[in-house]
């Protein structure tokens, strides 16, 4: 097990970064490596054989051998083309062991959904690669859907299409849910549309300082009031540090006073500053989602019960928001061991450090887990 520690700034710090440490070195936050191309090749290679284009994607040519309508590379702009198909790799590489670990419940019938899935950049990508799933793009811009359309068309696939339509109106049935960087509230629409459907989840969020103001009730999700987007913390643990953080700050743990430091949590996460106490606060908000989809069964159907894990894009550099969350339900039978070496986070003031204010004390480094 790995261990790495980031420690504070030589300075007074702000109240969201005194947020931050406060509850990143009580936390349990464990960061799983993707599974490696040999890990994958080996289970395509079972799965669907060595001439299958998934199998050569993972362990041969890889994009070389890949058309360019479904290549990133031919599409974007040049300073985004390698970053974005680094961003597809990485997604991929998350999902691909639910792909050849899943069991189906609706015959042979297999349907994977890419929520906020656009021109088509992941879908189309695995449409290609694993032809025997049907990949549905859903998105609102329908300029968007009809360009992923017309690439579909040119390369032949039959098993890629599109709806228009919110993440919260779709309601067809569907095994794997994915999100790549899906704006404001719409990664945890995708993560409530997956569990009712009972739906393996790869999502990486991008803007979660942005889910809602912190003077308006943030909107509710249908169903449990428990579910609404995202006001607060997701999972019993991140609730509770915060209600001892604003016990210990402000003498009490009112409900509004603990959501403005989750808030600011969030805010901070979602700043564009190169601060590794910054990146360490988008954990921090990751692993609280993750938390809150292993602990609240009240959206998924009886009996789905999740396990799951966070782990990062490599490189890291393809993304400020390079965190990728991957929860699944039992009949995916994932061997989480395909994730390999597992880093755990140790954050705190060193001695050498200045004390922060209002009453929190000087602590070091610890290691959580």
């Given at each position: 097990?790995?261990?790495?520690?980031?420690?504070?700034?030589?300075?007074?710090?702000k109240?969201?970064?005194?947020?931050?440490?406060?509850?990143?070195?009580?936390?349990?936050?464990?960061?799983?490596?993707?599974?490696?191309?040999?890990?994958?090749?080996?289970?395509?290679?079972?799965?669907?054989?060595?001439?299958?284009?998934?199998?050569?994607?993972?362990?041969?040519?890889?994009?070389?051998?890949?058309?360019?309508?479904?290549?990133?590379?031919?599409?974007?702009?040049?300073?985004?083309?390698?970053?974005?198909?680094?961003?597809?790799?990485?997604?991929?590489?998350?999902?691909?062991?639910?792909?050849?670990?899943?069991?189906?419940?609706?015959?042979?019938?297999?349907?994977?959904?890419?929520?906020?899935?656009?021109?088509?950049?992941?879908?189309?990508?695995?449409?290609?690669?694993?032809?025997?799933?049907?990949?549905?793009c859903?998105?609102?811009?329908?300029?968007?859907l009809?360009?992923?359309?017309?690439?579909?068309?040119?390369?032949?696939?039959?098993?890629?299409?599109?709806?228009?339509?919110?993440?919260?109106?779709?309601?067809?049935?569907?095994?794997?849910?994915t999100?790549?960087?899906?704006?404001?509230?719409?990664?945890?629409?995708?993560?409530?549309?997956?569990?009712?459907?009972?739906?393996?989840?790869?999502?990486?969020?991008?803007?979660?300082?942005?889910?809602?103001?912190?003077?308006?009730?943030?909107?509710?999700?249908?169903?449990?009031?428990?579910?609404?987007?995202?006001?607060?913390?997701?999972?019993?643990?991140?609730?509770?540090?915060?209600?001892?953080?604003?016990?210990?700050?402000?003498?009490?743990?009112?409900?509004?006073?603990?959501?403005?430091?989750?808030?600011?949590?969030?805010?901070?996460?979602?700043s564009?500053?190169?601060?590794?106490?910054?990146?360490?606060?988008?954990?921090?908000?990751?692993?609280?989602?993750?938390?809150g989809i292993?602990?609240?069964?009240?959206?998924?159907?009886?009996?789905?019960?999740?396990?799951?894990?966070?782990?990062?894009?490599?490189?890291?550099?393809?993304?400020?928001?390079?965190?990728?969350?991957?929860?699944?339900?039992?009949?995916?039978?994932?061997?989480?061991?395909?994730?390999?070496?597992?880093?755990?986070?140790?954050?705190?003031?060193?001695?050498?450090?200045?004390?922060?204010?209002?009453?929190?004390?000087?602590?070091?480094?610890?290691?959580?887990?």
């Amino acid at each position: 097990m790995l261990v790495r520690k980031v420690c504070m700034p030589i300075r007074r710090l702000k109240t969201p970064e005194l947020v931050t440490e406060y509850v990143a070195s009580r936390m349990k936050i464990a960061l799983h490596k993707l599974p490696t191309t040999d890990y994958l090749g080996d289970q395509l290679l079972t799965k669907y054989g060595s001439q299958s284009r998934a199998y050569q994607f993972f362990a041969g040519s890889g994009w070389d051998g890949i058309p360019p309508q479904v290549d990133p590379y031919y599409h974007l702009p040049e300073k985004r083309k390698l970053r974005k198909r680094d961003q597809l790799m990485s997604m991929l590489r998350a999902a691909t062991p639910l792909v050849t670990l899943f069991f189906a419940l609706h015959g042979d019938q297999k349907r994977w959904v890419d929520f906020c899935g656009g021109a088509g950049h992941l879908g189309l990508l695995a449409a290609y690669l694993f032809p025997d799933w049907e990949i549905v793009c859903v998105d609102r811009k329908d300029f968007s859907l009809q360009m992923g359309r017309s690439r579909a068309e040119e390369l032949g696939l039959s098993n890629y299409r599109t709806v228009r339509c919110d993440v919260l109106n779709y309601h067809e049935r569907f095994d794997i849910g994915t999100a790549l960087h899906a704006c404001g509230s719409a990664t945890d629409f995708s993560i409530f549309v997956s569990k009712q459907q009972c739906a393996a989840i790869v999502a990486a969020s991008c803007c979660v300082g942005k889910v809602f103001d912190a003077n308006r009730k943030a909107p509710a999700l249908p169903g449990n009031s428990t579910t609404a987007s995202w006001g607060t913390a997701r999972s019993s643990k991140l609730q509770g540090l915060l209600e001892q953080y604003a016990r210990m700050q402000d003498g009490t743990y009112k409900e509004q006073i603990i959501q403005d430091y989750f808030v600011k949590l969030r805010s901070f996460a979602d700043s564009n500053t190169e601060s590794e106490l910054a990146a360490v606060a988008k954990l921090v908000v990751e692993t609280d989602r993750l938390q809150g989809i292993l602990e609240n069964s009240s959206d998924t159907p009886t009996g789905c019960e999740y396990s799951g894990l966070v782990c990062k894009m490599e490189p890291e550099s393809a993304t400020p928001k390079n965190d990728i969350l991957v929860a699944w339900p039992a009949r995916f039978n994932v061997d989480v061991s395909a994730w390999g070496d597992v880093e755990v986070f140790a954050v705190g003031n060193s001695s050498e450090l200045a004390k922060p204010s209002k009453g929190l004390q000087e602590s070091e480094c610890i290691e959580t887990g």
